[in-house]
């Protein structure tokens, strides 16, 4: 890889010789300052970049839902076709929700005579192919699962360690358009170095298919693995409760500089409709998740979608947040006893603001202009998300009285 580097480099350098002497001698100088190791280590992320990953996907946050925080190993083919019907009857495909992914357990626990994997008879028996198809004719689109590793999570079928491009190749010809791609029984080996080798495989197939890195923030994923994926988690797994929720998006706020278009820190699907949070909790997780710039993959039932699960997942305000073409992920501001500011800058000079009480009980909550970015003396228009109304010409601060553990979410616009 350093090698093939250097000769592109030296190939470039004489190409900028020939453009401007002093382009190249900018470029050598600046080579100089870095040490070699970091030198190989940035040509090698380039290249890869260059290389692996243009496969122009996730451009904003993936949008869609996985069978993994509600039906863990008990999915089929039914249930499959079922998610996609009520993705388009819901109305959530029309609002951008288009991945219909299958986690874990699809698969039989041995190979073919080839070494291919094969769908599980009893729950799939179909195949993937077919339920890509079925898919794909509602104009959504299919994901699956694999791991980087000998054995999925479940050990319910192989993952595909020392398999990637025959596997890689088996994904693309049945249709599949992304996939999730775990960390268990993976013989201790880095995963900067297994993961690269699905990212190759995946882009050798010819086929755009979006690659969700599931390393569990491991190694540190987001420094290294926007040349090789399009998103990494950079937790571990969610659980559907408030403490799991709230470090979850505190853990993935760390990492909030390396988020951009075409690769997304990943704190984990999504919870809400499951029933272990209260309504004004789920409001916080979508809140978070939609600001953070997340990948919102919906992880209930949405065949049986209650109105407030529909409600809160079908916000296209706050949709609109997380789909904001300038692709910044929004962080923690202020933090002050559970009392907290998380903001971001989107298009067009707009400013998304959360307002959060984490705390135990009703407080007021208060953003300064100085607290999220914007200059003092700007009066903007303060559009509340979820009340769905509009405050004129605010000036220096907005504030809310907020029940314990609920949130506000607005966008401000300056006028
Ligand atoms: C996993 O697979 C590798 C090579 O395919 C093998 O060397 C290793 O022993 C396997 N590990 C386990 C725990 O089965
Ligand atoms: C969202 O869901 C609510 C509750 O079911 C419904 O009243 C509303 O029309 C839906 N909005 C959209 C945009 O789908
Ligand atoms: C007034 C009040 O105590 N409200 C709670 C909301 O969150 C803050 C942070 O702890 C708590 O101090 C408050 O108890």
């Known amino acids: 890889m350093a090698l093939q580097y250097s000769s ?33 280590l940035m040509s090698k992320e380039h290249l890869l970049r260059r290389n692996l990953l243009d496969n122009g996907l996730g451009n904003t946050p993936p949008m869609g839902w996985n069978s993994w925080n509600h039906f863990g190993c008990n999915i089929d083919e039914d249930l499959i076709r079922e998610t996609a019907d009520a993705m388009v ?16 357990c699809w698969a039989e626990l041995d190979r073919d005579s080839q070494g291919n994997l094969v769908a599980k008879a009893s729950t799939f028996p179909s195949g993937i192919q077919a339920l890509a198809d079925y898919v794909h004719g509602k104009g959504l689109k299919l994901g699956l699962y694999s791991d980087a590793g000998n054995l999925t999570c479940s050990k319910k079928m192989p993952g595909s360690l020392g398999h990637e491009d ?17 960390n268990c029984n993976n013989n201790d080996i880095s995963p900067k170095e297994r993961y690269p080798q699905m990212s190759e495989a995946l882009l050798n197939t010819g086929r755009p298919i979006f690659f969700s890195l599931c390393e569990w923030g491991q190694e540190d994923p ?19 409760n408030w403490n799991s929720m709230t470090s979850r998006a505190d853990q993935n706020d760390m990492w909030a500089s390396y988020a951009g278009p075409g690769g997304w820190n990943d704190p984990d699907m999504l919870e809400v409709g499951n029933g272990g949070m209260t309504t004004e909790e789920y409001r ?14 919906i992880g209930c039932d949405i065949r049986a ?7 809160l997942l079908n916000n296209t305000e706050v949709i609109a947040v997380n789909q904001d073409k300038l692709g910044v992920q929004g962080r923690k501001v202020k933090s002050n006893d559970g009392l907290e500011v998380w903001a971001g800058p989107l298009s067009d000079n707009k400013v998304a603001v959360i307002l ?6 009703t407080a007021t909550i208060t953003a300064s202009w100085s607290d999220i970015g914007l200059e003092s003396g700007t009066s903007v228009d303060a559009r509340d998300l979820w ?9 220096e601060e907005i504030s809310a009285q907020l029940d314990s553990h609920a949130c506000k979410m607005y966008v401000l616009t300056p006028n």
């Open 305 to 311: 979608l209650d109105a407030t699960t529909q409600e």
């Open 89 to 104: 009857s819901t109305g959530l495909a029309a609002l951008g929700y288009q991945y219909v992914n299958i986690d874990d």
């Open 8 to 40: 592109i480099g030296g190939r470039s350098c004489r190409l900028s010789m020939v453009i401007g002497f002093a382009l190249c001698l900018l470029l050598l100088l600046s080579n100089a300052r870095t040490s070699s190791a970091t030198r190989v």
């Open 356 to 361: 959060w009480n984490r705390s135990s009980s």
């Open 284 to 297: 916080a997780h979508f809140s978070i998740w939609a600001l953070a710039k997340a990948p919102l993959l």
């Open 166 to 182: 025959q596997d890689a190749k088996t994904f693309a010809s049945w249709g599949v358009d992304y996939l999730k791609y775990d």
């Open 387 to 395: 009340a769905h109304s509009t405050q004129s010409s605010v000036t």
């Open 222 to 240: 987001a420094i290294w693995a926007k040349s090789v994926g399009n998103s990494w988690r950079t937790t571990g797994d969610i659980k559907d």
